[in-house]
């Protein structure tokens, strides 16, 4: 009983088992009582009245015993209960019964005798109260000529004719109920087989999922609630197959995004190991070089820890009551350096009387920063880079517009998913695909949301909205 199987097969089983065998106990009884023997006692009640008519018809023979007698010999013999005739005050006239024959012509205690006399109806006296036992009698009242009632004929069965068929209809019922038993054993373990094989398989491909086999997915089939289970464990599959392919992806991406900076500091460190340090220009160039090479690297660390933090759970805000317009404009004093240095038109529009929100400045720093270093990378010299803000009801706005390459419509819906890097070429094929995910994240984090309008060729815009009410 260890298996699940098993234990629905006998969850199955158990109520015919218990039900069953009751059920033919109460039907056999129920067939005996109340079907046979009643049936018995309706039968023997007709025969009766249609004695009690002819014997009416001839009404010389309640006062001749020999008469009496040619009538119950003649008319007893053609019914299987045994007949007696007995007058109104209860004398023994004739009977058929060897019991009795020694008893005719005197006075019996007959059951319900006076009762049947007085009412001129059929009596039932006893059909048989345990199986097996006792007898169906009716005693049917004879009407004379002068609507007296001038005997009383009695029929007794003892229902041995149908105790001796009714074993044969307790055979047939015993065996239709064996039926029933083993069509229900039947349909409990089809059922259970059902439902254990889907679980089976689940458990199976569980295992097979830790012991580092490749994943797959199981049909949908079974119950609602196994259903539901396959579903949760494909789902669960299918990210599982995500994250695999976001760990093979970031692998990717380090090695290409840490190899470069790496090869280029070294590089500049045997150039300057080579004689490049007497050269003071050239030391100049080169130390800038591996300065921008070290703060790539500072920025790829911090987008990895960003990552490592959203892995570890809900990212944790320090929010603080902050002037917006004039954190803004001291913000973006480093990124208007970054593009001027590229030869980019930079223009900001920020007003004085932007509310105070309480916000963790450094997350929305880091968000707003790698959105505008995205428009600085990504936006060829002498284009333009702008940066802007306003309310709107109950929200703050940033917008960052560029006249960069633009976006392609199908690649907007997932340039915030996590490693995504867009077509070579076009607007992302560098760094890790992390940026626009953080900057998405932070932004959530604090209740807000980030809006995206581009196409190919004309640039950029992302707006940044937060709740002022935050």
Same mark, same amino acid.
């Given at each position: 009983?260890?298996?699940?199987r098993a234990r629905?097969?006998?969850?199955?089983?158990?109520?015919?088992i /218990?039900? %069953?065998?009751?059920v033919g106990?109460?039907?056999?009884?129920l067939?005996?009582?109340?079907?046979l023997?009643?049936?018995s006692?309706?039968e023997?009640?007709?025969?009766a009245?249609?004695?009690?008519?002819a014997?009416?018809?001839n009404?010389? /023979?309640w006062?001749n015993?020999?008469?009496?007698a040619a009538?119950?010999s003649?008319?007893?013999?053609r019914?299987?209960?045994?007949?007696?005739?007995l007058?109104?005050?209860?004398?023994?006239?004739a009977t058929?019964?060897t019991?009795y024959?020694?008893?005719?012509?005197e006075?019996l205690?007959?059951?319900?005798l006076?009762?049947?006399?007085?009412?001129?109806q059929a009596l039932r006296?006893?059909?048989?109260?345990r199986?097996?036992?006792g007898?169906?009698?009716?005693?049917?009242?004879?009407?004379?000529?002068?609507?007296?009632v001038i005997?009383v004929?009695?029929?007794?069965?003892?229902?041995?004719?149908?105790y001796?068929?009714?074993p044969?209809?307790?055979?047939?019922? /015993?065996?239709v109920?064996a039926g029933?038993?083993?069509?229900?054993?039947?349909?409990?373990?089809l059922?259970a087989?059902?439902?254990a094989r889907?679980?089976?398989r689940?458990t199976?491909?569980v295992?097979?999922?830790a012991?580092?086999h490749p994943?797959?997915?199981?049909p949908?089939?079974?119950?609602?609630?196994?259903r539901?289970?396959?579903?949760?464990?494909n789902?669960?599959?299918?990210q599982r197959?995500?994250?695999e392919?976001?760990?093979?992806?970031?692998?990717?991406?380090?090695v290409?995004?840490?190899?470069?900076?790496?090869?280029?500091?070294?590089?500049a460190t045997q150039?300057l190991a080579g004689?490049?340090?007497?050269?003071a220009d050239?030391r100049?160039e080169?130390?800038?070089?591996m300065?921008?090479?070290?703060?790539?690297?500072?920025?790829?660390?911090?987008?990895?820890?960003?990552?490592y933090?959203q892995?570890l759970?809900?990212?944790?805000?320090?929010?603080k009551?902050?002037?917006?317009?004039?954190?803004?404009?001291?913000m973006l004093t480093t990124?208007r350096?970054?593009?001027q240095?590229?030869?980019?038109?930079?223009n900001t529009? %920020?007003?004085?009387n932007?509310?105070?929100?309480?916000?963790?400045a450094d997350?929305?720093?880091?968000a707003?920063?790698?959105i505008?270093?995205?428009a600085?990378?990504y936006?060829?010299?002498?284009g333009?880079?702008?940066?802007s803000a306003?309310?709107?009801?109950?929200e703050?706005?940033i917008?960052v517009?560029?006249?960069?390459?633009g976006?392609?419509?199908e690649e907007q819906?997932? /340039?915030?998913?996590?490693?995504?890097r867009g077509?070579t070429?076009?607007?992302?094929?560098?760094?890790?695909?992390?940026g626009?995910?953080?900057a998405r994240?932070?932004?959530a984090?604090?209740?807000?949301r %980030?809006?995206?309008?581009s196409?190919p060729?004309v640039?950029?815009t992302?707006?940044?909205?937060?709740?002022?009410?935050?």
């Amino acid at each position: 009983m260890r298996s699940l199987r098993a234990r629905l097969i006998l969850s199955h089983v158990m109520p015919l088992i /218990i039900v %069953i065998p009751l059920v033919g106990v109460l039907l056999t009884y129920l067939l005996e009582t109340q079907v046979l023997l009643a049936g018995s006692s309706n039968e023997l009640e007709l025969q009766a009245a249609l004695v009690a008519e002819a014997a009416a018809q001839n009404p010389q /023979i309640w006062y001749n015993p020999l008469q009496a007698a040619a009538f119950v010999s003649q008319v007893g013999g053609r019914l299987s209960a045994r007949m007696m005739m007995l007058s109104a005050d209860g004398h023994l006239l004739a009977t058929n019964d060897t019991a009795y024959r020694d008893q005719l012509g005197e006075l019996l205690d007959v059951p319900g005798l006076r009762e049947t006399v007085q009412t001129r109806q059929a009596l039932r006296v006893d059909y048989g109260e345990r199986p097996g036992t006792g007898a169906a009698e009716v005693l049917m009242p004879v009407i004379g000529p002068t609507l007296d009632v001038i005997g009383v004929i009695r029929l007794t069965d003892p229902l041995s004719s149908v105790y001796a068929r009714f074993p044969r209809t307790r055979t047939l019922i /015993i065996a239709v109920l064996a039926g029933g038993a083993l069509v229900g054993v039947v349909a409990g373990w089809l059922l259970a087989v059902d439902l254990a094989r889907p679980l089976r398989r689940a458990t199976q491909a569980v295992s097979q999922m830790a012991e580092g086999h490749p994943l797959t997915e199981l049909p949908e089939q079974g119950p609602n609630e196994v259903r539901m289970l396959l579903r949760a464990f494909n789902t669960l599959t299918n990210q599982r197959r995500e994250l695999e392919k976001s760990r093979k992806r970031l692998l990717a991406n380090l090695v290409h995004e840490l190899g470069r900076p790496l090869g280029a500091l070294l590089s500049a460190t045997q150039a300057l190991a080579g004689g490049a340090a007497q050269d003071a220009d050239l030391r100049r160039e080169l130390l800038d070089g591996m300065t921008g090479q070290m703060q790539l690297m500072r920025r790829l660390l911090d987008d990895l820890t960003q990552l490592y933090d959203q892995a570890l759970g809900p990212l944790e805000l320090e929010r603080k009551p902050v002037a917006l317009s004039p954190w803004l404009t001291q913000m973006l004093t480093t990124w208007r350096e970054a593009a001027q240095n590229k030869n980019l038109h930079w223009n900001t529009d %920020i007003p004085d009387n932007l509310p105070e929100l309480n916000l963790d400045a450094d997350r929305i720093g880091q968000a707003l920063g790698n959105i505008i270093s995205n428009a600085v990378k990504y936006t060829f010299p002498g284009g333009e880079v702008a940066i802007s803000a306003g309310t709107k009801e109950s929200e703050v706005w940033i917008r960052v517009h560029d006249t960069g390459v633009g976006i392609p419509p199908e690649e907007q819906t997932r /340039i915030f998913d996590p490693f995504y890097r867009g077509t070579t070429g076009r607007r992302f094929p560098q760094g890790m695909g992390l940026g626009l995910s953080i900057a998405r994240d932070l932004i959530a984090a604090h209740g807000g949301r %980030i809006e995206v309008e581009s196409a190919p060729g004309v640039g950029s815009t992302f707006t940044l909205w937060l709740p002022a009410s935050k």
